[in-house]
């Protein structure tokens, strides 16, 4: 039985100021409830119907708390339009320092990421092109903002987030002679620049890019070339499609 | 001033049958609202602030009509959460069979794409890339349903997208041997596979890839490589971020 409390929890976690205050993070679908289960995340309470439960018997130990439910009663209390079988409440995990060696491995660092779907499609993006750690400035959107948690369809569950002082961040790396990439209109061309096997690459916000403080910071500019003839070409790619490219570019020649 | 009757008709472009009775579309954003005038599309209605009007003064010829409200009124005609200071109502061109030659030409095909930011991101994509036609098989979602043609930033101008039954087009374009590249999870890395300057390439629906009978023709089958070790990883990448890394792996190697 799906409590009045439980439901107005569950709408709670729409908004960040109640994400924080109690640690918790809302995941919907069926897919993302599996992926959930698959993960070392630690999960509230699932709530789901009969049949779900049933097809799910690894739920009983890796759940506090089970809550069968009918699909009319699913539909109250989802977020979504179209809410499927199961859905579930997840504690966030601790921030912590992520292990990240930046001699050997790629990173992402998003400046001021502000749409949902956008910074779920790049986790997704990262979890395909195996990259562990996306850095996210202080005002990129929040990462449990259950719109992320859907569109990153259960890379949350694999990629280290982790917000911190992107300027600060970059200025330490500095010292280490780490590459930082950064996509700009007028950078070199990313098909023929030499692209290195670790290093940092920053995004830019939607509207303006990447901000003029972290600019500063970028040691290796890049730019993805329009093949556009028309003179009224488009001005830019949409930053998850630029990530993207990206991340395709530097993987392959690895 | 914006009549009642009007606000109707605008927010009825938010119905696929209204607008195929109509023939118009509705475009939001100065930005949009811009890129409408650069176009050749015929103007019925442009609804704007009389700043937005003062700073383009070309509208008195490309608009039939021309209404000036103010921010509030805007409010209330448009489908938008936060709207700008201005929107359009469009003629939708006479669909045409485009002018398209396969054997120099590279052109993407759409099996049944559903959701409409994806489409508007692919035309987008399409766009940056110099792909002039993207055909739409007849079960893709409307390409002047709002949402696509927001998420288009604009390419709904300059790209010719075409419906047509995607299964009789290619059995078509099998007798002049015209590449037919499509994704697949088990298709030859695209990285390492040779590309053709020439061609069609397929994407697949969002949930189920591309269907059993458009798989037949495809003579090409390519796929985008997982990075990632994670034994729990992604299982697809999201079909405009395919569609981005095969028009960045084609276009590059031109």
Same sequence: chains 1, 2.
Wanted: aromatic share 6%; hydrophobic share 40%.
């Amino acid at each position: 039985m799906l409590s009045k409390n439980k439901i107005k929890l569950i709408q709670s976690l729409n908004r960040k100021k109640d994400r924080d205050e109690t640690g918790l993070f809302l995941i919907e679908g069926n897919k993302m409830v599996e992926e959930a289960l698959r993960s070392e995340f630690k999960i509230e309470t699932v709530i789901c119907t009969p049949q779900f439960a049933d097809q799910h018997p690894e739920m009983q130990s890796r759940a506090k708390e089970i809550i069968e439910a009918d699909r009319d009663s699913i539909q109250k209390a989802s977020l979504l339009q179209n809410p499927q079988e199961a859905l579930a409440i997840v504690m966030q995990p601790e921030p912590n320092t992520p292990e990240l060696n930046l001699k050997t491995e790629l990173c992402l660092a998003l400046d001021f990421i502000q749409d949902p779907g956008n910074l779920g499609t790049i986790l997704r993006i990262a979890d395909w092109f195996g990259i562990n750690t996306v850095i996210c400035s202080e005002n990129t959107v929040d990462v449990f903002n259950p719109k992320v948690v859907q569109a990153s369809m259960g890379a949350i569950f694999r990629i280290n987030t982790w917000y911190t002082n992107l300027e600060k961040f970059l200025t330490q790396t500095k010292e280490s002679w780490i590459p930082v990439f950064g996509t700009f209109m007028d950078g070199n061309n990313i098909y023929t620049e030499s692209l290195t096997k670790n290093g940092i690459i920053v995004l830019g916000n939607e509207g303006n890019g990447i901000s003029e403080s972290i600019s500063r910071l970028v040691t290796r500019r890049i730019s993805i070339p329009t093949f556009s003839t028309n003179p009224n070409k488009a001005e830019s790619l949409n930053v998850a499609i630029a990530a993207s490219i990206c991340c395709s570019e530097f993987r392959r020649r690895e």
